[in-house]
């Protein structure tokens, strides 16, 4: 009896290859073709992504050569500034005009600029407010000292207004730089911490100027790290100024205080900065900051 069934593979395994074969080259042509939507959406991802980093890429170089060549341009000017404004000093006194950076190179600097701020009242003041407004629009270290300095040279309460105006000043351009020139790199380097920021800010919009008021006190986040990410979080410009202006307000108060007693220390004395009392008046201060976001959560104004 004989088994009219027909078998699963009927062909011989050279036209099974064949086959094979033949199926593989329509598929790859489909692909080449675009008619696999599939796959052809997935390539276009591709070269798109590609084509981002790169535009990314090019961005980000491009926003960081810009700011070096403005910061290049400004850190010319303000040299430009100190050799030109400052009156002349004796050669054993040139190597102490610069930043200071410790108490000795800050006794130092006010001991030669004393001898000459009665006659040079002017120029040793627009050298000061610039330097002051340079330091802080590119978050070059040394503001504090600067502050302590102003409060051995002028008057306390004049010191205490220009620190904080060149303070407000200084960080608003800080801040249109990271809104303008550095939009890219900022977001490249901590674009993670603002997205995670900005879900945490969503519901607190309205108490911006409150809360720059507290970060401009506490020790931390950095300066720099609220100059370049608050553009990026949407605080309006004017709440950050004045959040500024106001909150430097209170530590520079502390520095400026030292700073006039700065002719009453010994060689061996130490400035006193972080004491009990300053930390309490600090704190008491950021908490009657935030008195009016808690008034407004109790009555839901």
């Not at 309490?280 to 104004?301: D, E, M, Q, S, T």
Request: proline share 5%; hydrophobic share 45%.
């Amino acid at each position: 009896m004989t088994d009219d069934r027909t078998p699963l593979l009927s062909s011989s395994p050279e036209e099974e290859h064949q086959r094979i074969q033949s199926y593989t080259e329509t598929t790859t042509n489909e692909i080449e073709n675009g008619h696999d939507p599939t796959i052809q959406k997935t390539i276009v991802e591709e070269q798109k992504s590609t084509l981002w980093r790169s535009i990314k890429s090019k961005a980000y170089l491009r926003s960081i050569i810009m700011l070096v060549v403005f910061f290049a341009i400004f850190t010319t000017l303000e040299i430009a500034l100190l050799k030109l404004n400052l009156p002349s000093v004796g050669p054993e006194d040139e190597d102490a005009l610069k930043f200071p950076k410790n108490l000795k190179e800050l006794r130092r600097l006010n001991e030669i600029l004393s001898k000459y701020i009665d006659n040079h009242f002017i120029n040793v003041y627009i050298t000061y407010f610039a330097t002051y407004v340079y330091l802080q629009s590119f978050s070059v270290p040394g503001s504090m000292w600067l502050s302590i300095l102003g409060g051995a040279l002028f008057n306390f309460w004049l010191t205490l207004f220009t620190v904080s105006i060149c303070s407000a000043i200084g960080s608003t351009v800080a801040y249109l730089i990271s809104a303008s020139l550095g939009s890219v790199a900022v977001v490249h380097l901590i674009g993670d911490r603002i997205a995670k920021w900005n879900e945490q800010l969503v519901n607190h919009k309205q108490h911006m100027l409150n809360y720059m008021i507290v970060l401009r006190i506490a020790p931390l986040p950095p300066n720099w790290t609220i100059n370049l990410g608050a553009p990026h979080l949407k605080v309006p410009i004017g709440a950050f100024f004045w959040g500024t202006f106001i909150g430097v307000a209170p530590p520079s108060f502390i520095h400026v205080q030292a700073g006039a007693a700065l002719d009453r220390l010994s060689s061996s004395d130490e400035l006193q900065l972080v004491t009990p009392t300053n930390v309490a008046c600090l704190v008491a201060v950021g908490i009657v900051a935030l008195i009016p976001v808690f008034v407004r959560r109790y009555y839901k104004l």
